[in-house]
T-cell receptor, first 111, second 112 residues
Framework: SQQGEEDPQALSIQEGENATMNCSYK?????LQWYRQNSGRGLVHLILIRSNEREKHSGRLRVTLDTSKKSSSLLITASRAADTASYFCATATGANSKLTFGKGITLSVRP | DAMVIQNPRYQVTQFGKPVTLSCSQTLNHNVMYWYQQKSSQAPKLLFH???????NEADTPDNFQSRRPNTSFCFLDIRSPGLGDAAMYLC???????????FGPGTRLLVL
């Protein structure tokens, strides 16, 4: 069964605007990770937030985690055309931190 | 640069003809994963190796097998590909104490 569900499924914004993507999940997690995938390519790890953390920053990325609501959000500030890609949240569970991915959000940044 | 390499990037096979996809890594990570990703879907874990220990997901079809002859290499064997096996196959690695997985570029499999 799907663990992570992203919202919205697709997002189109103008360059310079902020993009906010949400992820909800169902079970307890070790951590939650966000990955980016350019068309036809592999996944690139963006940021990880542990279950005891509430917010993390990395460059133009800000991720929040609300374990009471079982949800996370990824904010990309000052978006660029190069940010156009699919973004996946993945929850890590169990002793081996198995990753379960959501279906992804397609982000289009118009120049 | 340390990396995860998948060959070939595109593979065409015939219905029912065995095919092998390969993955190699220079990261010296002890965990290696194979994922299947169909168009516009989430990557789905097929199996993983923790060192030499093989771990199969419960819903991975028997048609899919894997080999890891050494730390650097891992192979995905599809014994009798069906049309439904057309997908992107992603290899990933992780060092056991870390939490981040490193992905290769993927092999897109087409079944004719």
């Amino acid at each position: 069964s799907q663990q992570g569900e992203e919202d919205p499924q697709a997002l189109s914004i103008q360059e310079g605007e902020n993009a906010t993507m949400n992820c909800s999940y169902k079970t307890s997690i070790n951590n939650l990770q966000w990955y980016r995938q350019n068309s036809g390519r592999g996944l690139v790890h963006l940021i990880l937030i542990r279950s005891n953390e509430r917010e993390k920053h990395s460059g133009r990325l800000r991720v929040t985690l609300d374990t009471s609501k079982k949800s996370s959000s990824l904010l990309i500030t000052a978006s660029r055309a190069a940010d156009t890609a699919s973004y996946f949240c993945a929850t890590a569970t169990g002793a081996n931190s198995k990753l379960t991915f959501g279906k992804g959000i397609t982000l289009s940044v118009r120049p | 640069d340390a990396m995860v390499i998948q060959n070939p990037r595109y593979q065409v096979t015939q219905f029912g003809k065995p095919v092998t996809l390969s993955c190699s890594q220079t990261l010296n990570h002890n965990v290696m994963y194979w994922y299947q990703q169909k168009s516009s879907q989430a990557p789905k874990l097929l199996f993983h190796y923790y060192d030499k220990d093989f771990n199969n997901e419960a819903d991975t079809p028997d048609n899919f097998q894997s080999r890891r002859p050494n730390t650097s290499f891992c192979f995905l064997d599809i014994r009798s590909p069906g049309l439904g096996d057309a997908a992107m196959y992603l290899c990933a690695t992780r060092q056991g104490v870390q939490e981040t997985q490193y992905f290769g570029p993927g092999t897109r499999l087409l079944v004719l």
